[in-house]
């Protein structure tokens, strides 16, 4: 089995591999985005001072999800079955989590509490990849500062509101 994994994942099943990656991080975070974009109920909460404004979220998240798909794709191809994939997987599924359970059913605890578990993940997959793909480490530390920035915002925004 791994050297029909290994195999498939070099040449154009690489870049078919990467593309994969990038189509569905992408995708689901543009989805989820469009669908839970915030309206008239986060416009009228109380924000702190270091609030910024709403358009800078889209570019940031978008180059985010492309390092995200990076990652993943070089740790899949990497180890597959690691503990890396499994914090890499769970930080997605918080992720993806978390728009709807802030902006839709505006649940800033719940919210809050699922972008702290996504932040632990993130940095237990830095750590993990730290010595054998540094570069997989290197673009999930820009995903932790943006997170930690983001649970920050969020946990201001549930204490003002």
């Known amino acids: ?51 910024p404004p709403n358009w800078i979220f889209g570019p940031v998240w978008t180059v985010l999800y492309v390092f995200i798909a990076v990652a993943g794709w070089r740790t899949f191809r990497a180890a597959p079955r690691s503990k890396a994939m499994v914090f890499w997987y769970g930080q997605m599924a918080l992720n993806w989590a978390w728009s709807p359970l802030f902006f839709v059913l505006h649940q800033v605890w719940i919210a809050f509490a699922v972008i702290a578990g996504m932040f632990v993940l993130i940095l237990l997959f830095i750590k993990d990849r730290w010595h054998p793909d540094p570069a997989s480490a290197l673009l999930f530390c820009a995903y932790a500062a943006w997170v930690g920035f983001a649970g920050l915002l969020n946990l201001s925004l549930a204490l003002l509101n």
Do not use: D
Not at 38 to 43: I, M, N, S, T
């Open 1 to 51: 089995m791994s050297i029909e994994i290994s195999s498939r994942l070099r040449g154009a099943g690489a870049i078919a591999l990467l593309a994969l990656f990038l189509i569905v991080v992408l995708g689901m975070g543009i989805f989820i985005g469009t669908q839970s974009a915030p309206g008239a109920w986060y416009a009228n909460l109380n924000k702190p001072f270091f609030n």
